[in-house]
Nanobody
Framework: QVQLVESGGGLVQPGGSLRLSCAAS????????MGWYRQAPGKERELVAT???????NYADFVKGRFTISSDSAKNTAYLQMNSLKPEDPAVYYC???????????????WGQGTQVTVSS
């Protein structure tokens, strides 16, 4: 099992920046990848960015060039640096950790409780 705790959300003006953090605990050595997803009211949860333990990153088109995902293995923490925030970015942002416990089985996803990001002038 993995436990995830997000922090860093809040209110920011359009064009501003926020950095989200996700601290992992538990079976952190088994994590294959971490990521950030978001869910706005009335919408489905959508992928924002992911990073593998090898450092490979993947971004949704709507955040490319604005958001950066990173991780610090020593601190078991993943980050999402969000710059140039837009009015369409507000959502609850969720941290995700993916573990493939067994090679022949699908991976398991673990989620944090979410952190609210609000963009408003």
């Amino acid at each position: 099992q993995v436990q995830l705790v997000e922090s860093g959300g809040g209110l920011v003006q359009p064009g501003g920046s926020l950095r989200l953090s996700c601290a992992a605990s538990g079976s952190v050595s088994r994590i294959n990848a971490m990521g950030w997803y978001r869910q706005a009211p009335g919408k489905e949860r959508e992928l924002v960015a992911t990073i593998t333990t090898g450092g490979e990153t993947n971004y949704a088109d709507f955040v490319k060039g604005r958001f950066t995902i990173s991780s610090d293995s020593a601190k078991n923490t993943a980050y999402l640096q969000m710059n140039s925030l837009k009015p369409e970015d507000p959502a609850v942002y969720y941290c995700n950790a993916r573990i493939q416990w067994l090679r022949d089985l699908p991976p398991n996803d673990y989620w944090g409780q979410g952190t609210q990001v609000t963009v408003s002038s």
